[in-house]
């Protein structure tokens, strides 16, 4: 089927559907070519001022969506990224993967026991889940540093999964349920990767995922203290973080000779850390050897402990000194199926929002910003897809919720990692560690390992500095940060995550639905080098010039646009004037869609109302004509006198902040032209716009009527000047440039005059952008479009040599390339001068 029958038959259908094509276009099909713009200017004698802009079609739209085949092979080879750089693997990031693999696996292996405790679960669970998660990582990575196993805060929230859920269904044992939760989560999470939907994580801000850190890390370490002390008093460790602090300082005379091993094993592990940042400040050059001693503190700490608890409780294995980790049995015993089903998942179908949230922000928020620190870039869908893998497959030998953990990160970037392979060195560690050390992790005292979490924790916790740091930036975010900490410790993990998130999203709607636009004037400024002014050509002039008290007449001034009232920032003992009066240009500063669409054209329509006039005044002979909204001075007193003020003219609208619009913010747009018009009638507002960077955004302004001249109500089209905005399309260092640039001086030679050349543009290095102005209007209204054809072909713009083009398409001139041109064409097209002295907005 042609393009002419396709459109013969969309017409045909939507003349028969009522549907108007030509939707809210004041102009028509059928109306005056020249007024519109189009015709002459378009179709004129110059070739490259026939440019029409074309509006985006839908079938564009879909095409945009529609990925490409080569996109489509770029998905699925960017699902496996190890591909990209397994076959250069060579021995030198062998090396550096060993050193740091063995390193983080001697960590990995006590904190994994230690954080199973935090799951209510047997430690072999931990030991479980830490392979699986360093195994399948490195498949799926775009972090070569991230360490995927369990960490405190998921820990926490699986036992409290796992205890809420074991009372409803007790015949169900609880590492069933953890693995059964490890599935779901996984699953989630690696169809949001798949789906690419990665993006989703930069909608919780920073303070918040501190917030809910340190609320987190409070609430373990207030849960931990109990047992380091070996408390025997009976109360639970899962009420809200400042209960169990409470109970904890109740029941301290409970305590038993368990604190001797746990405080102690937290002192040493601290003081150890202390004496290897001292060391590496005062021995700089072995600051490696000082990295390593301080990373394997953990094993030395667990590996003294449980040395004297072996001394101590060999021979009394049945009734120890102090409580111990008990036994751990060989190899995977507990590699099965998980079981999923319905009965399970509705015990913590509650919990799952929460559970995927702390999956997603911790293991995001650590791997992008060690990316950031090493100089390379994740892609945050991948990692949902390594997560979700992860989690997918740890079930099937017992492992239970693990994500991207913060310490051993840390430690894994310190120790030298090169590749992602470096997980397996790890796998292999922790693999030693489930078939060679189960005896030896019996005499692990229960204390030493609560201090280890402590400890472990205890980095989670945001410090002063940083908060102070968050004040200064942005007060607001501040305040969000302490509302998430004090939630949590009053509440619960999972409230406290939902209320960090929730306030967060609030207070950007709030920011978004509240944004308030700006009027702008105009400023004529100077660039200044010491005493000399820069000249337009980037040379230095005078500074003592008689031309440069802000008239630009040199060449070295510049026209800016600041807020009239200096909410920039800006001096205000500099006077920021409107340009015209009656012409206002008005600023979006959060975009320009529904939530915030009244907020800014009520604003805009009362400030307009406070600083002009109506152009025909309306007559009340009686006070009951008066409208009840507009009732008039109180009795006995006098109409205020508006005289002084000018009647509109134009409103210029800077869309600089705008990517998108929608049905309802164009709408309203409408409904305030509508007023205007009523407002400035018998004349007609013009609307001009400035820094469109969207085709969508100007094909929804045209739709709506916006973009060329508005008709008059009195004798057809108010005449208009057409101003648009060319460039040059080769350039100053062109051949074409050159050749022109020499036989200007041949003609300046010659002593022939160049005013053509002069007034249509100036030969410089800046001249990108330039003006093509028409001429005044004839007084003879009957030959108006032969005079305005006559002088646009007649336009010095044409005559010029050098080859311009159209910036933007004709069949849009109220669209501008910047504030000036649509300041210019505001200006040449405005009405009768109203009072001149009435030349600044107070806003």
């Known amino acids: 089927m042609s393009g002419d029958t396709k459109t013969k038959v969309g017409h045909g259908l939507a003349k028969a559907l009522g549907i108007k094509i030509g939707y809210r276009d004041p102009l028509g099909a059928h109306s005056d070519p020249v007024t519109r713009g189009e015709s002459t200017f378009s179709m004129g004698t110059v070739d490259t001022y026939s440019y029409l802009e074309p509006e985006p079609t839908s079938g564009e739209w879909l095409l945009e969506l529609c990925p490409t085949w080569s996109q489509v092979a770029h998905y699925f080879y960017s699902l496996f990224p190890f591909l990209s750089w397994i076959t250069r693997y060579n021995m030198q990031w062998f090396l550096g993967d060993l050193i740091a693999g063995v390193t983080v696996g001697a960590v990995v292996v006590p904190q994994g026991m230690a954080y199973a405790k935090l799951a209510e679960l047997p430690v072999e669970y931990g030991l479980y889940s830490s392979f699986m998660g360093v195994l399948i990582y490195w498949f799926f990575a775009t972090s070569k540093d991230i360490t995927i196993g369990p960490v405190a805060v998921m820990s926490t929230l699986v036992g409290t999964v796992v205890t809420e859920a074991h009372e409803k269904i007790p015949d169900v044992e609880p590492h069933v349920i953890a693995s059964c939760l490890a599935i779901i989560c996984g699953a989630i999470v690696c169809a949001m990767g798949l789906l690419r939907l990665g993006f989703i994580v930069d909608f919780i801000p920073l303070p918040a995922i501190s917030a809910f850190m340190t609320g987190s890390a409070i609430n373990i370490c207030s849960g931990q203290v109990k047992d380091m002390l070996g408390e025997t008093a009976s109360f639970s460790t899962k009420d809200s973080t400042y209960l169990v ?62 040395m004297i608890s072996a001394a101590t409780n060999l021979h009394r294995r049945d009734n120890p000194a102090f409580k111990l980790l008990g036994k751990v049995p060989r190899g995977f015993q507990h590699a099965a199926v998980p079981q999923v089903n319905s009965r399970i998942i509705k015990t913590f179908a509650n919990e799952l929002p929460a559970s995927v949230i702390v999956l ?252 002009t006039r109506r152009t025909n005044p309306f007559s009340y002979g009686e006070p009951g004509d008066r409208p009840w909204n507009n009732p008039g001075p109180r009795r006995g007193k006098a109409e205020e006198d508006r005289s002084h003020l000018p009647i509109l003219q134009a409103v210029i609208l800077d869309f600089s902040s705008v990517n998108n619009v929608d049905v309802t913010s164009i709408q309203n747009l409408i409904d305030v032209r509508n007023q205007l018009d009523l407002y400035a009638s018998p004349k007609t507002v013009q609307w001009h716009f400035a820094h469109i960077n969207n085709r969508w955004t100007k094909r929804a302004l045209a739709a709506a009527g916006f973009g060329f001249p508005s008709p008059d109500s009195g004798d057809g089209f108010h005449r208009w000047k057409p101003i648009f905005s060319v460039a040059e399309i080769e350039g100053r260092a062109s051949a074409a440039a050159h050749a022109e640039m020499v036989n200007n001086e041949h003609v300046q030679q010659q002593g022939l005059k160049s005013e053509d050349l002069e007034h249509g543009f100036k030969h410089d290095s800046h001249a990108v952008e330039r003006e093509t102005h028409g001429i005044e209007e004839s007084s003879d209204s009957s030959s108006t479009d032969d005079k305005l054809q006559h002088d646009l072909k007649n336009s010095k713009a044409y005559r010029n040599r050098r080859k311009v083009a159209l910036v933007q398409g004709l069949n849009r001139p109220f669209f501008h390339i910047d504030l000036t041109s649509a300041l210019q064409s505001a200006l040449a097209n405005a009405g009768d001068d109203p009072d001149p002295k009435m030349n600044v907005l107070n806003a």
């Open 360 to 611: 997603l922000i911790e293991h995001i928020a650590i791997s992008k910003s060690f990316g950031r620190v090493n100089n390379y870039t994740i892609d945050p869908s991948q990692e949902l897809v390594a997560i979700g893998v992860s989690n997918l497959l740890g079930p099937f030998l017992g492992g239970y919720p693990a994500t991207g953990s913060f310490s051993r990160t840390a430690i894994k970037s310190k120790a030298g990692v090169r590749t992602p392979l470096a997980g397996v060195i790890t796998a292999v560690v922790v693999l030693l560690a489930i078939y060679a050390l189960p005896a030896l992790f019996f005499y692990i005292p229960k204390a030493s390992l609560a201090g280890v979490i402590i400890h472990a924790v205890g980095d989670l916790v945001t410090p002063p500095n940083t908060v102070y740091q968050f004040w200064r930036v942005s007060p607001l975010d501040a305040i969000i940060f302490f509302i998430g900490v004090f939630v949590t410790v009053f509440t619960t993990i999972e409230i406290g995550i939902y209320c960090t998130v929730c306030v967060s999203a609030a207070i950007l709607l709030f920011r978004v639905a509240k944004a308030r636009g700006q009027f702008l004037g105009q400023v004529t400024i100077h660039s200044v080098v010491g005493d000399h002014l820069v000249q337009e050509d980037g040379k230095y002039g005078s500074g003592n010039s008689p031309n440069t008290p802000g008239d630009g007449k040199d060449g070295s001034g510049r026209s800016i646009f600041l807020p009239i009232n200096h909410t920039d920032g800006s001096n205000p003992d500099i006077e920021v004037q409107q340009p015209y009066p009656g012409i206002f240009i008005y600023r979006f500063s959060e975009g320009f869609n529904y939530p915030n669409a009244n907020h800014y054209t009520d604003y805009l329509v009362d400030t307009i109302f406070k600083n």
């Open 245 to 306: 602090i409470i109970n904890t300082l109740k029941h301290l005379p409970s305590a038993k000779l368990d604190a001797a091993m746990g405080v102690t094993a937290l002192a040493m592990l601290y003081l150890i850390r202390s004496g290897c940042n001292f060391g590496a400040r005062k021995f700089p050059r072995h600051a490696k050897v000082w990295f390593f001693v301080s990373t394997l503190r953990t094993v030395f700490v667990i590996l003294f402990y449980t």
